[in-house]
C-alpha cells in the first residue's frame, strides 16, 4: 500500500464513519420524537447485539465449529448470574482457550 | 466530578471495554504493522477511526492487495452500523451542547454503546460527560494497545481469535442482560438469523447493519411494547 493510497483510503473512510456516528445523533438530538419512532429506536439495542453476537459467532463460509458456542453459553450463564463484563469477557476468553487449546 | 459520584462510575463502567480493547487491540496493531504502519501512525488511526472490526479489515485487505477503492468501500460499509447506534443513543443527549454531543457521537464503538446505554436507563445521574469520559478513555486503551502492538511487530504471536472472544462475550452479556420479554426475543432472533443468511448470501460487510434492521422490523410487526407492559426494555 502507497502513502497516497493510504491517505485516500484514510480521509475517505474517516469521512463516512464521522458521518455514520455523528448525523443521526446531531439531527435527532433534542427533537420530539413521534412515539412509533421512540418505539422503534428502543429495539436497536438487543437487534444490534443480537446481530454482533450472531456475526461473531457464525460463519457460513467456514466449517461449522462448535467451540465458540460452548464458549458463549459458559459466558451466558455467568451474565445471567453475574451481569458482569469483566466476568463475562474473562469467562469467555477463558473457555474458548481452552476448548481450543486443550481439549 | 467527584471520585465517589464521578471518577468510580466511569472507570467501573470503562474498565471492562478497555481490557477488552487491550487485549484485541495488540493484535489489531500487529497486524498495521504487517502492512507498514508505524507506532505512531497507528496510534493516530486507532484514534481517528476507532473501529476495531474497520482497522482489523482494513489489514487484511491491504495485505492481500486490494485496490484502495475496494477498501473504502468495505470498511465503510462495515462502519454503517453505527448509523443505528448514533440514533438509538440522540434521546439520552437531548441537552447535552452541541460540541460535547459531537464528541461523545464520534467516540461511540459497539461496545461503548452497550455500557453506556445501560447506564443511561439504569442510573439518573448518568450524563453525556460521563459517558463522553467512558469514550474517550476506552478510545485511548485501543489507540494505545495499537501502538503497542505495532512496536512488538509480528515477532508476537497472539491467538486472535481467542483474544477476539472478549469482544464477543461483552455482546452476549450486554444481550444477555436485558429483560427477555417476548419481542425482545422475537427481535434478537429474527436480529441474529438475519446476519447468518446475508453471511450465506455473501453479504458479510452489511450482515450486521441489515440484519439487526431486520430484528428491529420484526419487532415493530410484533406489535408496539405497551401490549406487554412498558418498563420491560429500559431504553
Not at chain 1, 480521509?11 to 422503534?40: N, Y
Not at chain 2, 477503492?69 to 465503510?76: D, E, K
Not at chain 2, 503497542?148 to 455482546?171: D, E, N, Y
Request: charged content about 10%; aromatic content about 8%.
Amino acid at each position: 500500500m502507497t502513502t497516497s493510497d493510504f491517505l485516500v483510503f484514510y480521509a475517505c473512510v474517516l469521512l463516512v464513519i464521522l458521518a455514520c456516528r455523528c448525523i443521526p445523533l446531531l439531527a435527532l438530538k433534542g427533537r420530539e420524537l413521534s412515539p412509533r419512532v421512540s418505539d422503534a429506536l428502543g429495539l436497536i439495542p438487543p437487534a444490534a447485539f443480537a446481530a454482533l453476537v450472531a456475526n461473531d459467532l457464525f460463519d457460513p463460509s467456514k466449517a461449522f465449529s462448535w467451540e465458540p458456542l460452548v464458549a458463549a453459553v459458559a459466558v451466558l450463564l455467568v451474565a445471567r448470574r453475574t451481569g458482569s463484563l469483566i466476568w463475562c469477557a474473562l469467562t469467555g476468553m477463558g473457555s474458548y482457550a481452552l476448548l481450543t487449546l486443550v481439549l | 466530578m467527584s471520585v465517589r459520584t464521578g471518577v468510580a462510575p466511569v472507570l467501573s463502567a470503562a474498565l471492562p471495554v478497555m481490557l477488552g480493547y487491550v487485549t484485541i487491540g495488540i493484535p489489531c496493531g500487529v497486524m498495521e504493522a504487517e502492512v507498514g504502519l508505524s507506532p505512531l501512525m497507528a496510534f493516530l488511526l486507532s484514534a481517528s477511526f476507532y473501529s476495531g472490526a474497520g482497522q482489523f479489515m482494513m489489514s487484511s485487505l491491504a495485505l492481500v492487495g486490494t485496490p484502495v477503492l475496494s477498501m473504502v468501500a468495505s470498511v465503510s460499509l462495515v462502519s454503517t452500523r453505527q448509523l443505528l447506534y448514533s440514533a438509538a443513543l440522540s434521546p439520552y443527549l437531548a441537552g447535552a451542547s452541541r460540541p460535547l454531543a459531537a464528541l461523545f457521537a464520534a467516540t461511540v464503538t459497539d461496545e461503548s454503546f452497550g455500557v453506556n446505554l445501560e447506564r443511561f436507563s439504569a442510573d439518573d445521574s448518568w450524563n453525556a460527560t460521563k459517558a463522553t469520559a467512558v469514550n474517550l478513555m476506552s478510545m485511548f486503551s485501543w489507540a494505545l494497545a495499537n501502538a503497542l502492538g505495532a512496536i512488538v511487530g509480528p515477532a508476537l504471536a497472539i491467538p486472535t481469535a481467542i483474544m477476539s472472544f472478549a469482544m464477543t462475550s461483552i455482546f452476549i452479556c450486554l444481550l444477555a442482560c436485558r429483560e427477555w420479554a417476548r419481542r425482545t426475543v422475537v427481535c434478537a432472533v429474527a436480529s441474529a438469523l438475519g446476519v447468518i443468511v446475508l453471511k450465506a448470501l455473501g453479504l458479510g460487510s452489511i450482515a450486521v447493519l441489515l440484519g439487526a434492521l431486520v430484528g428491529v422490523v420484526a419487532g415493530i410487526l410484533l406489535g408496539p411494547r405497551s401490549r406487554e407492559g412498558a418498563g420491560h426494555d429500559h431504553e
